[in-house]
C-alpha cells in the first residue's frame, strides 16, 4: 500500500517562465538554448547538484562559457512559481492519511527557494540531491528517502518529468510515473489504490 506520494520539483510543482530565458538570450545576442545547454552540461550539472560546487560557482562557469556575465546572472534570477494544482494535490493526498515529500536534483540554495514557495505548508519533507550527494536517478538517492521516511520502497509512488529519472526509483521497487499532467498523475495514482478525487 502507497504511504508517501514523492514529486519531483522542476516541472512537477515548480515551473520557471521559458519567454523570460528566450528574452534574455535575445536581448544579449546569444543563441536561443545556449545558456540551457551550457547550464545542464555535464560535467557541470553534476557538480552542482551533487553539492561539489555552490549555485554561485555554477553561475560563475556558466558567465564564463557564454563569455557574458550579465545574461547569466539574468538567468539565475528568473522568476518562478508553485503550481497550484499540485499544491492542492499534496492537500488532498494528506489529507487522505499519506505524507507527501519532493526530491529534487537541486543546488545548495533549495532551502530558501522552497521556504519563498511555502512548499514546507504542502509537504512533509523535501530532498535535495545536493545535500545528499547523489542526484537522480541514481539509487542513493531514493534510499536516502526511504531511509529518511523509515518506509519500504513498495510503500513509494514517485513522478518526475523526465522519464531518465525514474530509473533509479523503479530498480528499487519503488513505483514510478512519468508526469505530464495533473490529470494523467491523479489517474496513477488511482490507479496505484489511492482514492484521489474520489
Given amino acids: 500500500m502507497i504511504a ?14 521559458r519567454s523570460s530565458v ?14 540551457d545547454r551550457v547550464a545542464f552540461s555535464s560535467p557541470l550539472i553534476e557538480d552542482v547538484t551533487t553539492g561539489r560546487i555552490s549555485r554561485r560557482d555554477w553561475l560563475d562557469r556558466i558567465a564564463e562559457h557564454l563569455g557574458n556575465r550579465e545574461a547569466a546572472a539574468e538567468w539565475g534570477r528568473q522568476p518562478f512559481d508553485a503550481d497550484p494544482a499540485m499544491l492542492a494535490l499534496a492537500d488532498a493526498l494528506r489529507a487522505l492519511g499519506l ?8 543546488t545548495d540554495t533549495i532551502p ?4 519563498e ?45 523526465s522519464p531518465a529519472k525514474l530509473a533509479g526509483a523503479a530498480t ?10 495533473s490529470a494523467d498523475l491523479e489517474l496513477a495514482l488511482r490507479e496505484s489504490g489511492i482514492p484521489i478525487g474520489a
Fill in 4 to 17: 508517501v506520494v514523492l514529486f519531483d520539483l522542476d516541472g512537477v510543482v515548480r515551473h520557471f517562465s
Fill in 22 to 35: 528566450e528574452d534574455i538570450e535575445t536581448r544579449h545576442g546569444i543563441e536561443a538554448g545556449a545558456i
Fill in 112 to 115: 530558501a527557494e522552497t521556504a
Fill in 117 to 161: 514557495l511555502g512548499l514546507d505548508a504542502h509537504f512533509d519533507a523535501i530532498f535535495n540531491s545536493a545535500t545528499i550527494g547523489y542526484a537522480k536517478p541514481h539509487p542513493r538517492a531514493f534510499q536516502y528517502v526511504l531511509d529518511s521516511m523509515g518506509v519500504p520502497a513498495s510503500a513509494v509512488f514517485f513522478t518526475d518529468d
Fill in 99 to 106: 505524507r507527501t515529500a519532493i526530491l529534487t536534483n537541486g
Fill in 172 to 181: 528499487l521497487g519503488i513505483t514510478t510515473h512519468h508526469y505530464t499532467s
